[in-house]
């Protein structure tokens, strides 16, 4: 055995002999392998906070991407049983994507409308609350009054800020237009092509690699299919408890808008899984 | 919370509080790790931490897609150390970090 491969191993190098002065005590074995831990790991938190950031920097393109994919491999099964009835696959893909869309602009129209619906209620519940409030915690009548004159003569800042929030605000709404539409799209070539997709990218594997890949993608998909459906089972039992609430003495909503409230809470995912009878 | 304390008093506002505070606490913190757990098979401590640092360094989409990239991440893991791709390259890095670290 030579030297070098001796002092390695007893945890040194070579080079440790040549450094190391007589009669020094002999670095121990261990401390090269927590070097090499941490040194990993500086890489591994650097790696991962440079993707984080390149994703960051193309948010707009990733996030619409990334929800299109997942809601594809929700709902592909979806696609299957409407070729099965005789669909043509675009017009299969078309109808699911078409289906979600209607979905989500349902539970948005019938949140706002149960809000809205009920906006003089609740702000009449408001008024009822800050007078209780004043009672209870016996707050100065002038006081109050003081806060309410600066309230009032801050309007026009208050109007401004409020036109710069409208002003952010329709920006914001085109903003998460495109990025529907975007996911629309992405989610309906998804839809029809997603298999012949995956068939092409492993194609380009190394061969003896291939299955190996194919079988990983496999995995992935079931992944995000049982976590669909553990979504699903946690917004049905959202939807219970906020439902439950108008049963309590104090909360006088009506049921518009508890239901917008639990149908906001249950994803689209809810709606295919009880549609499709799962469990 | 408002409207029991403008319907029903500062009583009925706190018994709200509480019943909202308690239903947060124990959907998030207990119930959601637990289903989420059981339909990934993975154990309901990692889905609450992956939770959070998924909602920490990604907002809502972190939140959403932690615990299923971190499944799928597991079992790329698995499948790159069974075939011993991760000792191959430890073991080629183990020299230059070790000339670094000397």
Redesign the interface.
């Given at each position: 055995m030579s030297d070098e491969s001796d002092g390695a191993a007893r945890g040194g190098s070579a080079s440790d002999h040549e450094t190391r002065p007589p009669g020094a005590p002999a670095p121990l074995s261990w401390v090269p392998r927590v070097g090499v831990l941490a040194w990993s790991f500086v890489g591994f938190v650097v790696a991962t906070i440079i993707v984080a950031a390149a994703f960051g920097a193309v948010s707009e393109i990733v996030l619409p991407l990334t929800f299109a994919a997942v809601l594809a491999v929700i709902f592909k099964p979806a696609v299957g049983v409407l070729e099965r009835h005789g669909f043509k696959p675009t017009l299969a893909a078309g109808l699911v994507v078409l289906g979600l869309l209607a979905l989500m602009t349902g539970v948005v129209v019938a949140t706002v409308r149960g809000v809205t619906e009920q906006a003089d209620q609740i702000g009449a519940s408001v008024d009822a609350a800050l007078g209780n409030a004043v009672d209870a915690l016996d707050v100065d009548r002038a006081s109050l009054d003081a806060a309410r004159a600066a309230t009032e003569s801050a309007a026009p800042t208050i109007a401004g800020g409020f036109l710069t929030h409208l002003v952010s605000g329709v920006s914001t709404l085109v903003g998460l237009a495109s990025g529907v539409i975007l996911a629309a799209l992405i989610g309906y070539y998804l839809l029809k092509d997603g298999t012949r997709l995956r068939r092409s990218v492993v194609a380009q594997i190394d061969p003896r690699l291939r299955d190996e890949f194919d079988s990983f993608i496999g995995d992935s998909i079931r992944v995000l299919r049982d976590y669909g459906r553990g979504r699903t089972v946690m917004s049905a039992i959202v939807s219970v408890v906020t439902a439950s609430p108008p049963s309590c003495s104090g909360c006088r909503l009506s049921s518009p808008s508890w239901w917008s409230t639990s149908s906001a809470a249950t994803s689209p995912t809810s709606a295919y899984f009880s549609a499709a009878g799962w469990p | 919370m408002?409207?029991?304390?403008?319907?029903?008093?500062?009583s009925?506002?706190a018994?709200?509080l509480v019943?909202v505070l308690a239903?947060n606490l124990v959907?998030e913190n207990f119930?959601?790790p637990k289903?989420?757990g059981?339909?990934?098979d993975i154990h309901p401590l990692i889905v609450l931490i992956v939770t959070a640092l998924g909602g920490l360094?990604?907002g809502i989409?972190g939140l959403m897609?932690a615990?299923?990239v971190t499944?799928?991440a597991g079992?790329?893991i698995t499948?790159l150390r069974s075939?011993g791709l991760i000792a191959q390259v430890?073991d080629r890095?183990?020299p230059t970090?070790?000339s670094?670290?000397?």
């Open positions: - | 408002i409207i029991a304390l403008g319907d029903g008093g500062l009925k506002a018994i709200m019943v239903a959907l119930v959601e289903v989420m059981r339909t990934l360094l990604g989409v897609l615990v299923p499944v799928i079992d790329a499948r075939r430890a890095a183990k970090l070790r670094v670290l000397d």
